[in-house]
């Protein structure tokens, strides 16, 4: 084809689409190039989208799709789908210039050159937005006809005049267990099978013969196991001429109703049956008269095989079962029996039980309480042998002490190195070497033993928190002062990661009654808590704020922060949000278990908040205060003890790196001391060296530290010597038997050198002991 005849064609071709656009008006033309953007527009795309040519020409065609079309590229595959098959359908909402919707019935079909190109596309679209509206509402109608009819306890079926099934309800379908499109089309003698429609085919003749008719019938249907009871109501259909078409059917299973009672007749023997070999256990109804006086209706057989008493005698005389009552728990259970009665409440307790053999057994008694007519009480109630149980919680109990002894004697066994790793870094701090590096290498060594010291006491105290084994020394405690020496006791950690710590107190005091000691250890938890989880230089805000009878101490940090999943769980034991930025630090999981267990045991509570990972968390502790009252006296520090005198100290330990390094780290400090492995050394010790002040370890071989502390206090010449127990141990109870035995002080290892001079100094104000001889 020449040029001229092509373009004499391409002028025809859009005289020709002019007259088409100008004369079709029930449908949109349009054209595109290949991406979509309008070339040419017809009256009957502007009569239905809208737009007139001017506005729309140059622009895509994606404009005349709704959002979440675009959003999911149906434009851009309804012209691929065009451009690959040939046809693109365009059945969908779209859009008009005035924002309103209608549904399309369209095509978009690719036109190509000669050379067969892609050229563009030719859209075709046409408004059945009535004709969508029309479907819908049909569908909607069958919607709610299947939701009414699904969800009814009636099996529903609409059948022809042939016994062809037309609509059957899930109900119905689910008892022949099919669906209701398999049910559908096919007969009724097909689908329920032969023998359920010889017993129904005489009423289905019936009603085809315009009756409408009613009846039970047992009905096996196609498959089933059992024989089911039926109650059908069947009605004729008819059509405008008063001929019948067919019917419907509603169907109810009765089968249970018509069973229950002969069910009813069998359970009284099948529950004397199954009470009669309830194992370790018995069924019983005990009258109980206005008088006191017992009496058993009934009780079943297993009673026997628990304490070997029969229910014969039993129910002859209820004083064969009362009397096998352990003496201790008689009075108990005649209380609680009492109390049941005039409370009109369940009976439910446990006691031990004598039996026949001699043995003990353990029961169970739960019952309900039913008042009779005639004034009388009847219990209904059961025996259950729990004998294995209550061993078992001893076993549980005896396991719990176990485990106790044994966190005792690992914290003694962890200790026991590090008091000598303490006293070394201690002797070289006081040695004052100038090598900067030693200082820094004394400071690592003191913090990692402070740190590690930390870790065995919360493991101790989270273990005796949570068992009640703590009790509080409770008293009148001004908040900011606590939070002060918490701060101080969490600096080292704090200024190693170089965080920046702001305090923010109230001006006036707030008092508190609460343990400050373990107030303190709370708080400083929580700060060490922020300052492990915050990466270096991060900033941490500990604030007081009183509102009105509640007292909230707030920790703020910069750090990881916590997701939302956690903030309930990382209160719970051993649970860590991210061991990854504290793993220099170490931690076991505790800190936060003890912060909420001190808080509670106070009558306060603990929140966590968080925004998520990154955004730094908060924690807030709430304590009930106290009314206002002036400090009492001594409240206000002291400005600490002055430094010891030098004294001559005998230590006793079987250790010898803890008794060398502190020998050494007390003669630096002035002291005159002498070191011994063992008791019978430490007494023989005693008589030539004779000490001032004795630091003796409890855990000796052979001769204990009790004893020893016994024999010193015997002699004569070493009744004025101070005794210091040094050990492992630091149960509230190890405190306790140091102290009766006649320690002036108790310290756990290892042992920090201005602890142990505060001792010194103490003791030595309180006993006016004597100076050192001058040399």
Known sequence: MTEPERADRSAWEGEMFRLLAENVVDYAIFITDPHGIVLRWSKGAERLLGYREDEVLGKSSDLFFTP????????????????????????????RKDGTRFWSAGVETPLRDERGHLRGFAKIMRDRTDVKRLQEADRERERQLELLTNHVPVLIAHCDADRRYKYVNRPYAARLHRTPSEVAGRTIRDVIGEAAYASIEPHVEAVLRGERVEFEAEVTFEGGQSTQIMRCAYDPEFDDEG?????????????????????L?????????LSDNLPRGAIYQLLAEPTGHRRFLYISAGIEQLVGVTPAEIQADASALYGLIHEDDRPRILELEAAALGGGVPFDCECRLWTRWGSIVWIHSRSALRRLSTGQTMWEGIFMDVTARKEAEQALRDADRRKDEFLAMLAHELRNPLAPIRNAAQILRLVGAADPRIERSTAIIERQVQHMTRLVDDLLDVSRITSGKIKLQKGRV??????????????????????????????EPVWVYADPTRLTQMIENLLTNAAKYTEERGHITIA???????VSIRV?????????????????????????????????????????????MHGGAVEARSEGRGKGSEFIVRLPILPEAEPPSG?????GSPPAEPRRILIVDDNPDVAESLSMLLRIAGHVVHTVYDGSAALEAARTFRPEVVLLDIGLPGMNGYEVARRL????DQGQAILVALTGYGHEEDRRRTKEAGFAAHLVKPVDLATLDAILASVGAKTGARGLPKS
């Open 556 to 600: 703020r940090d910069t750090g990881i922060g916590i997701p939302q999943e956690m903030l309930t769980r990382v209160f719970d034991l051993f649970t860590q949000v991210d061991r990854s930025l504290a793993r220099s630090e170490g931690g076991l999981g505790i800190g936060l278990t003890l912060v909420k267990n001190i808080a509670e």
């Open 68 to 95: 979440e079309d675009i959003r999911s590229g149906k434009p851009e595959l309804e012209r691929e789908q065009a451009s690959r098959s040939g046809r693109g359908d365009d059945d969908r909402w779209h859009v």
């Open 243 to 263: 001929r019948v078409t067919g019917f419907v059917a509603a169907i109810v299973n009765v089968t249970e109703s018509q069973r229950a009672r002969n069910a």
């Open 478 to 507: 001004d908040v900011a002062p606590i939070v002060w020496r918490a701060l101080e006791t969490a600096r080292p950690l704090l200024d190693a990661r170089k965080h920046e710590v702001a305090i923010e107190l109230p001006p």
């Open 713 to 716: 206090r015997q002699d004569p």
């Open 544 to 550: 007081v704020e009183r509102a009105g009878d509640t």
């Open 635 to 639: 409240a206000r520090a002291s400005a």
């Open 265 to 273: 007749r069998e359970t009284e023997e099948r529950l004397r049956t």
